[in-house]
């Protein structure tokens, strides 16, 4: 008896070493899967100073500070190259400047250009940001301007060591939240049928004539989304996305980040714990027209109603355990447009004799971008796959039909999509569009018809299951 008791305690023994080895295993199982995705947040301000160009110099230069703007934005750290998705506070950033801040980025990030997911908020009363053309008007000495290149670089430096800075902070992320809630009386789309069934599209951003606020919504996306990243229990970052031109009113020198700005800075004093990134889906052919006549006490209405949605969204938000993410990207080639005022001689005539200094500028955009369409330039369309959802980002000021059509090849999913990546093309129309002569194509529209098939087939092809 005392032997097999003997042996039963060696057994008890053995299986007890055995079970705190599996245990042990365990833990450092659980561990691991704790430490397979990292993130890191960053944020800096990007003011420009006094007198600087708004909106490519289509409006009022600076005059005064009304608030300032910023980028936010996050490392995803895994076992690949780490992914850079980042939104800034400027109208646009444009050709060899869009090339600039994401070789940047990504040399911060240790990762590559084509992995930072950079995009533009779109607000008007801010910067764009392009280098070749705004030498190209120094050299010509025109009296407009765009950018200041001194500027330009200083930011995108303090951007770029906000981001290092941030990396020595990256904190494990175990979940993905997701979630979404419609927006009240915010977006409405610029086009509208009238009595005598004529389509019209002159319903702008600020909307003074009552009649025109009457028709209907139009062709919009109501939702807004919701991603967010989590340690356990505590949020790291949350992403929300919204398709509407972001300006109440704009134009008299004051910067502003607008409505927008107001509810992701609201938002953030609710969860102080997190990042809070605001992003501006595709919305070329959408803005708080019906509901926004411009005056300054509709911009915290509007700022409100986007808080609440990012409230509602917040609030039914679901989490689950963040299994993978992958990146992928496709490229896209849009034509440049060759018609009457848009070939290089055009331009160029353009450049140098237009009496207006927006004239000038919108000649050197012009010419900034063909240089790069003549060279063979593409564009990139990437996507970074959690699995239960997408985070898309598609270029310059793409029509919403383009976004919804990126819902559609995941019927069953959640993707949330990001416009103003690369801003070189300008709007980025459907057929439709075209075929019923868009006024706001005249001026600020790069590309050739036929965009919209090279778009869509890019959403396609980006956005298909893998293994499909």
């Known amino acids: 008896m005392q032997h097999e008791g003997s042996v039963n305690s060696s057994l008890s023994r053995r299986e007890a070493l055995a079970a705190a080895c599996l245990h042990g295993l365990a833990l450092t199982g659980i561990a691991q899967d704790k430490e397979k995705f990292r993130l890191a947040a960053f944020s800096t301000e990007v003011t420009p100073p006094l007198g600087h160009a708004c909106m490519g110099g289509g409006i009022a230069p600076v005059q005064k500070i009304e608030d300032p703007l910023f980028i936010h934005g996050l490392v995803l750290l895994g076992d690949e190259k780490p992914i850079v998705i980042a939104a800034i506070d400027w109208c646009e950033i444009r050709n060899d400047a869009y090339d600039r801040w994401r070789t940047v980025l990504a040399e911060a990030a240790r990762t590559t250009p084509e992995r930072v997911l950079f995009s533009s908020v779109h607000q008007h009363d801010t910067p764009i940001a392009d280098l070749t053309a705004q030498r190209l008007l120094e050299k010509h000495q025109a009296k407009g301007s765009i950018c200041d290149l001194e500027f330009h670089e200083k930011t995108v430096q303090r951007v770029a060591k906000a981001l290092r800075d941030c990396l020595a902070a990256a904190r494990p992320v175990?979940?993905?939240?997701?979630?979404?809630?419609?927006?009240?009386?915010?977006?409405?789309?610029?086009?509208?049928?009238?009595?005598?069934?004529?389509?019209?599209?002159?319903?702008?951003?600020?909307?003074?004539?009552?009649?025109?606020?009457?028709?209907?919504?139009?062709?919009?996306?109501?939702?807004?989304?919701?991603?967010?990243?989590?340690?356990?229990?505590?949020?790291?970052?949350?992403?929300?996305?919204?398709?509407?031109?972001?300006?109440?009113?704009?134009?008299?020198?004051?910067?502003?980040?607008?409505?927008?700005?107001?509810?992701?800075?609201?938002?953030?004093?609710?969860?102080?714990?997190?990042?809070?990134?605001?992003?501006?889906?595709?919305?070329?052919?959408?803005?708080a027209g019906k509901y926004n006549d411009g005056a300054p006490e509709n911009r915290p209405v509007l700022?409100?109603?986007?808080?609440?949605?990012?409230?509602?969204?917040?609030?039914?938000?679901?989490?689950?355990?963040?299994?993978?993410?992958?990146?992928?990207?496709?490229?896209?080639?849009?034509?440049?447009?060759?018609?009457?005022g848009f070939t290089v001689a055009d331009l160029t005539k353009r450049l140098t004799t237009d009496p207006k200094p927006f004239g000038q500028c919108l000649a050197a955009l012009g010419l900034s971008w063909r240089q790069r369409a003549e060279a063979g330039f593409q564009l990139d369309?990437?996507?970074?796959?959690?699995?239960?959802?997408?985070?898309?980002?598609?270029?310059?000021?793409?029509?919403?039909?383009?976004?919804?059509?990126?819902?559609?090849?995941r019927p069953d999913g959640f993707v949330m999509t990001a416009g103003y990546g690369e801003c070189a093309p300008g709007y980025i129309p459907t057929e439709r569009t075209v075929e019923e002569k868009d006024s706001n194509l005249h001026d600020w529209c790069w590309v050739a018809p036929g965009a919209d098939k090279a778009m869509r087939t890019a959403i396609e092809t980006v956005l298909k299951p893998v293994g499909k």
């Open 174 to 287: 175990t979940h993905l939240g997701i979630g979404q809630a419609k927006v009240a009386e915010v977006a409405s789309n610029r086009r509208f049928v009238t009595a005598d069934g004529k389509p019209q599209y002159g319903r702008m951003s600020a909307t003074r004539d009552p009649k025109l606020r009457e028709y209907p919504e139009g062709t919009i996306d109501p939702w807004l989304k919701t991603l967010s990243f989590w340690e356990d229990e505590k949020p790291a970052a949350i992403l929300s996305a919204y398709a509407t031109h972001p300006m109440s009113y704009y134009g008299k020198g004051a910067v502003t980040a607008d409505f927008v700005g107001q509810a992701r800075k609201r938002f953030q004093a609710d969860h102080p714990q997190a990042a809070v990134l605001y992003i501006s889906g595709c919305s070329g052919n959408v803005t």
């Open 303 to 340: 700022a409100d109603k986007i808080y609440q949605a990012m409230t509602a969204a917040w609030t039914a938000t679901k989490k689950q355990p963040l299994r993978q993410v992958a990146f992928r990207s496709t490229k896209l080639r849009l034509e440049p447009r060759n018609d009457p």
């Open 381 to 409: 369309v990437p996507v970074v796959d959690f699995g239960p959802a997408q985070y898309l980002l598609l270029p310059a000021e793409a029509d919403v039909e383009f976004q919804l059509h990126a819902q559609q090849m």
